[in-house]
């Protein structure tokens, strides 16, 4: 069956933004950014639009346990919505429409199929799907007992990783929290660290499928959650380990994350400590609005931001070894829960093959 019998396809779109009345309401507004993670739902947006924003634009609400798809750009990234939502027009809601088939098992199905969709990309700028797409996708589907038992299985191991999920935001609240609360007494970041920028690998050296001759390839776009890029391991690129922390000085500047473990890409770099105990102070103190705001202010390019001039001019507040010892122990712990996570999810997609293929 024709997938785009089965569901409807609804638009987004974005309220004028020269109208300050349309923004900063009380309906969240989803755009990419928001759900480029490992969380199975979205539960809060950068954005927001009012009333009048909703009204007078081509956007369009969500609900709960609908899905949103990623249609330009970054094309496939999938989430499912916790509370009403609006959003962009570089995605597409999905409701299903026939009762034989159920929202969770279709959202697990099309994270199973998502390369059916990648394969139909268009465009000469971004990648593209549009609406016809869907109209060139098969669907088969189980009994509703059947996807109900999918989806409890699979989604027991979702629950797990949104649970530790949670506790790794809160934990990186609590440092920047603890962070901010020192004394405003700045040092120059450099006498602390050294810098590892990363390098390109061509698109052509690229693979989908994980095996012992490659690795991932984390991209700026991936510091938020590894995605199934691989390059091979004999490829010249400096690689991280779970422990270090990746930022990015191209694009989305001062994104930064850690627990990440592959080859990475030029417009990230690797913040490498001069003492060894130093990773988690280090961590949020690039978080920190002081250093977020010195990479945006040494900042240049108009089609892709660069920020890597900023290096030399970035702080970090004088710290006991008392205050080291408890950012240490906290990032320790959080990194502890992400590789519980990158187990989780391995796991997750042995189940999506077996039930899907």
Same mark, same amino acid.
Request: proline share 2%; charged share 25%; glycine share 6%.
């Given at each position: 069956?024709?997938?785009?019998?089965?569901?409807?396809?609804?638009?987004?779109?974005?309220?004028?933004?020269?109208?300050?009345?349309?923004? =900063?309401?009380?309906?969240?507004?989803?755009?990419?950014?928001?759900?480029?993670?490992?969380?199975?739902?979205?539960?809060?947006?950068?954005?927001?639009?009012?009333?009048?924003?909703?009204?007078?634009?081509?956007?369009?609400?969500?609900?709960?346990? =609908?899905?949103?798809?990623?249609?330009?750009?970054?094309?496939?990234?999938?989430?499912?919505?916790?509370?009403?939502?609006?959003?962009?027009?570089?995605?597409?809601?999905?409701?299903?429409?026939?009762?034989?088939?159920?929202?969770?098992?279709?959202?697990?199905?099309?994270?199973?199929?998502?390369?059916?969709?990648?394969?139909?990309?268009?465009?000469?700028?971004?990648?593209?799907?549009?609406?016809?797409?869907? &109209?060139?996708?098969?669907?088969?589907?189980?009994?509703?007992?059947?996807?109900?038992?999918?989806?409890?299985?699979?989604?027991?191991?979702?629950?797990?990783?949104?649970?530790?999920?949670?506790?790794?935001?809160?934990?990186?609240?609590?440092?920047?929290?603890?962070?901010?609360?020192?004394?405003?007494?700045?040092?120059?970041?450099?006498?602390?660290?050294?810098?590892?920028?990363?390098?390109?690998?061509?698109?052509?050296?690229?693979?989908?499928?994980?095996?012992?001759?490659?690795?991932?390839?984390?991209?700026?776009?991936?510091?938020?959650?590894?995605?199934?890029?691989?390059?091979?391991?004999?490829?010249?690129?400096?690689?991280?380990?779970?422990?270090?922390?990746?930022?990015?000085? =191209? +694009?989305?500047?001062?994104?930064?994350?850690?627990?990440?473990?592959?080859?990475?890409?030029?417009?990230?770099?690797?913040?490498?400590?001069?003492?060894?105990? =130093?990773?988690?102070?280090?961590?949020?103190?690039?978080?920190?609005?002081?250093?977020?705001?010195?990479?945006?202010?040494?900042?240049?390019?108009?089609?892709?931001?660069?920020?890597?001039?900023?290096?030399?001019?970035?702080?970090?507040?004088?710290?006991?070894?008392?205050?080291?010892?408890?950012? &240490?122990?906290?990032?320790?712990?959080?990194?502890?829960?992400?590789?519980?996570?990158?187990?989780?999810?391995?796991?997750?997609?042995?189940?999506?093959?077996?039930?899907? +293929?």
């Amino acid at each position: 069956m024709k997938l785009s019998n089965c569901i409807e396809i609804i638009s987004g779109g974005t309220p004028s933004t020269s109208k300050s009345n349309f923004w =900063d309401g009380d309906i969240p507004w989803i755009s990419i950014k928001d759900f480029n993670n490992s969380f199975k739902y979205i539960y809060k947006t950068e954005k927001s639009i009012t009333k009048q924003g909703l009204e007078k634009s081509s956007t369009n609400m969500l609900y709960k346990n =609908d899905i949103i798809i990623s249609a330009r750009g970054t094309v496939g990234c999938l989430a499912q919505i916790y509370y009403p939502m609006a959003f962009n027009q570089s995605c597409y809601g999905i409701r299903t429409i026939n009762k034989d088939l159920m929202q969770n098992y279709l959202y697990y199905w099309l994270i199973a199929n998502i390369d059916k969709f990648k394969k139909q990309t268009h465009g000469a700028v971004f990648d593209t799907i549009t609406k016809n797409t869907f &109209n060139n996708i098969e669907i088969n589907y189980p009994s509703l007992v059947m996807q109900q038992h999918i989806v409890d299985i699979i989604g027991s191991l979702d629950d797990k990783i949104e649970s530790n999920n949670k506790i790794i935001e809160k934990i990186d609240k609590l440092g920047l929290s603890k962070y901010k609360k020192q004394k405003n007494d700045f040092i120059d970041f450099n006498d602390f660290a050294n810098f590892e920028k990363g390098k390109e690998a061509s698109s052509q050296n690229y693979m989908s499928k994980k095996n012992n001759e490659n690795i991932n390839f984390i991209r700026v776009k991936d510091l938020n959650c590894l995605t199934d890029t691989y390059i091979s391991k004999t490829l010249d690129i400096p690689v991280a380990k779970p422990n270090d922390v990746l930022i990015s000085f =191209d +694009g989305a500047i001062g994104r930064i994350n850690y627990g990440l473990m592959g080859a990475y890409s030029s417009g990230i770099y690797k913040v490498i400590p001069k003492f060894t105990n =130093d990773y988690g102070i280090l961590y949020w103190s690039l978080k920190d609005n002081t250093n977020q705001q010195i990479m945006l202010e040494h900042t240049n390019g108009t089609t892709i931001l660069h920020g890597s001039k900023s290096i030399k001019y970035l702080k970090i507040k004088k710290h006991l070894q008392d205050d080291t010892d408890y950012f &240490n122990k906290i990032f320790d712990y959080s990194l502890n829960i992400k590789s519980e996570n990158i187990k989780l999810c391995e796991l997750k997609k042995l189940y999506l093959k077996k039930f899907f +293929g």
